[in-house]
């Protein structure tokens, strides 16, 4: 079924989703074709384009898809087709896993996707200079684009760049930082997560105006909605919607790890913060009721519902940032629409 929103007939999200997602894995495929046989064989695996898969609808997870997504639907801002975002896409598209390797080294993550991860299979060397060439391909592929102004979006997608390298640094000095607040953490993953969505809109963009004014209010727009992500991404990594049958993982509380309703509940003050503050000052493993019982004192002393605010709050900002934009009626819904479908977990 489609969606009436402002009298505009709006796609249904699975048209949307599963076109975009054909959109991206056909420009990062060819894109692939560009790198160094040794390399391209570590980039197919990551992608899941060999190994054993069927092929991991590239960017590979839901988040990144999300923001996939995004550029596709900014790029028909004005009406025209998703393809036009095709390049832009496929660039975003490498840029994010090539930084996404250099995570997964960072983190010692030994899978990604529910396959080892490329690092585990093809070592530590083949799998960092496999993501620096991503890195390089991504600027290679917006360069050969039809893009009316290449070298603008290249710049925006460097500045994307170095401000991922820094919000990375900042999060994994978070890991054994005790004085994290509310502010703190939230300057933390705009820094991190706001980057990604922010360079993902303006792309986007790019693709279907030069308007200065626009393209500005489109990528604050995305800003706003990678800082609702990643607070989404933080309260699903805790709990779970029962009905979708997926188990929270709680890999932030196991590595005790202050994500945002951490945050927001060590930020009270009562018998129960002071056991969740106990759990996070100890450093013996953790055991599978001790997190279930961490879970519950984070909601308890009102991190979930503080996070939530947070959560509704840039989706209200998102929304203000999208009119200024000025999208054309049905990108204005779609994306309307977009957001509004977010703040679930």
Known sequence: MTTQLSRVTIRPTELIVSS???????GVKDSLTLLPDSLREVAEFHFGFSGGSSGVPAPGVKSRMRCAILLLMCAAMDGDPWENGRDAAAAWTLMGHGVRLHDDLIDEGPTRYGRPSAWKRFGRVAAQQTGDALLALAFEVLAGSRMSDPARAAVTLSKAVKELCAGQVTDVGFETREDVDPAACLAMIDAKSGPMLESAA??????????????????????????LLQVQNDLEDIWRDPASGEVPVRSDLRRRKKSVPVAMALDTTGPDRDRLAAYYADT???????????????????????????M????????????????????HAELTAYVEQLPRY
């Open 20 to 26: 975009c997602q054909a959109i991206v894995k056909a």
């Open 284 to 310: 013996t493993p953790l055991t599978e009721r001790g997190i279930d019982i961490m879970a519950d004192l984070v909601d308890s002393c009102g991190g979930r519902s503080r996070a939530e605010a947070v």
């Open 312 to 331: 509704h709050a840039a989706a209200a900002d998102a929304l203000r940032l999208l009119d200024q934009a000025r999208p054309g009626p049905m990108a």
């Open 202 to 227: 303006a792309l986007g963009a790019l693709c279907a105006t030069t308007e200065p004014e626009r393209v500005a209010s489109i990528a604050a727009f995305g800003r706003k909605v990678g800082m």
